[in-house]
């Protein structure tokens, strides 16, 4: 089978389908895709809200309390609180209807979609953790989310095994950490970016085993080094005490003089490690996959994945949220054996178009059903039913597609509709992966919401806070702060936001200053030191004769640093010779 090109219906540019493409497409017997990549990554991510909250009206029979959810109040989603959802006091097969030939399958499933009860929030065995969403195995933690097994962490997102972390996002195996971006196996390490196995540090950029260290770049198992200079411990100690870094002045300075250093350290054009044959970037235990983002814990012979792998195989387009899956296809937050056009089922083999399932087998269009098999739109059907009845259903979806504001046609084989989506745009994760504007994202056809400032009264402004969190008392917990964002023309501000009890705990354990930004400010800081889930063609940047080549270095690569950005850009070997 030959390569084909292809024109993305959403965003028209050309995309190319290989031979090994087809060869899945063929084995799971699904048609091409008829969205490039990007767009169907996006597509996803406009079903995905890990971090927006919202108060919204309980549907339980007889209950009329708001609750803490992630879906906005506007929507016609209907809630049920997490404890009673799980219960047996309801039955999610009790909302089962008939397929409705005379309707496209997307207009039918949103209208069904609108009458089965979803979780208020995703936050499965939470302890005192009412507050995070996407979260698995809470314990007192708050504004957590895309998490498993954290404990006393505060405003982290995409996250494992973590204990007493503040403000990082893809983190794992950690403790004690702050303010840091793809780092993991760490304790106490602070303001850092991709690092690993370090300790009792600040400001460190791609250092692997270091221990007391500040300001440092490209290192490999050094201890006492200051802006990457080697000191005595006697010397380090000394010159560390003399840093004041629970200042916010002083900590400011050290972000921007680390920024400086960050640009003049080297950068591989891909962050993996033990990985072979893929491409992508930060892959961990990766083997034979492509075009694949964040991905740890064993993802193999895959395609199109982020936020994934955790003993996965054989999937494309996953993600955000790949777990124990294989033969997946257009999935995301999910874990099972031939999942497609799937969100939030686990544990679960042979399912399409269907949310919130678990434990469960052959179902196809079905919400919120757990232990049942031969299920369509949350209807029994036997066996024979089942599989008489299917082919009928992806005939008909087929014959009378659904087609949306925009004119694309969505037949068999489609992800669903962003337009169907509970969210707008920019209350979902397609707004921190592919950030737009309003104008923009309006005009292909994506849902906006005008965020409005979080309903606080400010009683103080983040200029007029102490510089020294030791100048600081508990009378802090009282005030409304306003973020200094707050009169930016900022798409992430919420306007204030207030201090935890927990977290102010958390502050003055790490020593570190308060924070003048609200968190969703904060979350945008952080998101803009990790590189976009794109790859451009480069060369290498090297021209150091030592490493092999004469002159400049000729090694070609896919990279996620696009041609304009600032850094410095080696090719594997080079970067290797260099560091190592």
Not at 67 to 91: A, F, H, R, T, V
Not at 167 to 179: K, M, Q, R, T
Request: aromatic share 14%; charged share 25%.
């Amino acid at each position: 089978m030959l390569q084909e090109t292809k024109n993305c219906q959403n965003c028209k540019n050309d995309f190319i389908i290989e031979p090994e493409d087809f060869l899945f497409y063929e084995k799971i017997k699904v048609p091409p895709p008829t969205f490039c990549p990007e767009c169907r990554m996006v597509r996803r991510l406009c079903w995905r809200n890990e971090m927006n909250l919202f108060k919204k009206d309980c549907n339980i029979p007889g209950h009329n309390e708001k609750l803490i959810s992630l879906y906005p109040p506007e929507s016609e989603i209907k809630i049920y609180d997490n404890q009673y959802w799980w219960g047996d006091e309801w039955d999610s097969m009790s909302f089962g209807v008939d397929y409705d030939f005379s309707k496209s399958f997307f207009e039918q499933w949103n209208e069904f979609r609108n009458n089965v009860p979803f979780q208020a929030l995703s936050n499965s065995s939470a302890v005192n953790s009412d507050y995070c969403n996407i979260a698995h195995e809470s314990k007192d933690s708050y504004m957590c989310s895309g998490s498993w097994g954290i404990e006393n962490s505060f405003y982290l997102n995409r996250v494992r095994k973590i204990k007493d972390c503040i403000d990082c996002y893809i983190i794992n195996n950690s403790e004690l950490c702050f303010d840091s971006v793809a780092i993991s196996d760490s304790y106490h390490l602070l303001y850092s970016i991709q690092s690993k196995n370090c300790v009792d540090s600040y400001f460190l950029y791609d250092c692997v085993n270091c221990t007391d260290c500040l300001g440092c770049t490209n290192l490999r198992s050094k201890s006492y080094c200051m802006w990457n200079e080697q000191l005595s411990a006697e010397e380090y100690k000394k010159r560390i005490s003399e840093i004041d870094l629970d200042s916010y002045k002083n900590v400011q300075a050290l972000k921007e003089k680390f920024l400086s250093l960050y640009l003049q350290s080297l950068h591989r054009a891909n962050f993996k490690v033990n990985t072979l044959n893929s491409s992508g970037d930060n892959l961990i235990d990766v083997k034979n996959s492509q075009y694949c983002f964040d991905c740890t814990d064993i993802l193999e012979n895959s395609k199109y994945v982020h936020w994934g792998g955790f003993n996965s195989k054989d999937c494309y387009d996953g993600g955000p949220g790949v777990f124990l899956s294989e033969n997946n296809y257009e999935f995301f937050d999910a874990g099972g054996v031939s999942l497609y056009f799937c969100s939030v089922v686990y544990y679960s083999s042979e399912v399409q178009y269907s949310f919130n399932c678990y434990n469960s087998n052959n179902l196809f269009a079905c919400i919120g059903l757990r232990n049942k098999k031969y299920c369509i739109l949350n209807k029994q059907y036997t066996k024979e039913e089942y599989e008489e009845l299917v082919p009928k259903i992806i005939k008909h979806m087929n014959d009378m597609p659904y087609i949306d504001s925009k004119g694309r046609v969505y037949k068999y084989g489609e992800f669903f509709p962003s337009e169907l989506s509970p969210f707008a745009y920019n209350q979902t994760q397609a707004q921190d992966y592919f950030p737009s504007t309003k104008e923009k994202a309006q005009e292909l056809g994506y849902k906006w919401k005008e965020l409005n400032k979080l309903d606080y009264i400010p009683t103080m402004k983040s200029q007029d806070l102490k510089d020294k969190l030791s100048d600081v008392d508990d009378s802090i917990l009282k005030e409304v702060i306003q973020c200094l964002n707050f009169d930016k023309n900022n798409l992430y501000c919420r306007g204030s936001f207030k201090i935890t009890s927990g977290e102010f705990n958390l502050y003055k354990r790490l020593k570190v200053p308060l924070p003048r930004l609200c968190f969703f400010c904060r979350h945008e800081e952080r998101l803009a030191k990790r590189n976009p889930m794109k790859l451009w063609h480069r060369s290498c940047m090297c021209d150091k004769d030592k490493h092999g080549h004469v002159g400049k270095c000729t090694e070609e690569f896919e990279t996620s640093y696009a041609p304009d950005r600032p850094e410095i850009v080696y090719c594997e070997g080079c970067y290797n010779k260099e560091v190592y």
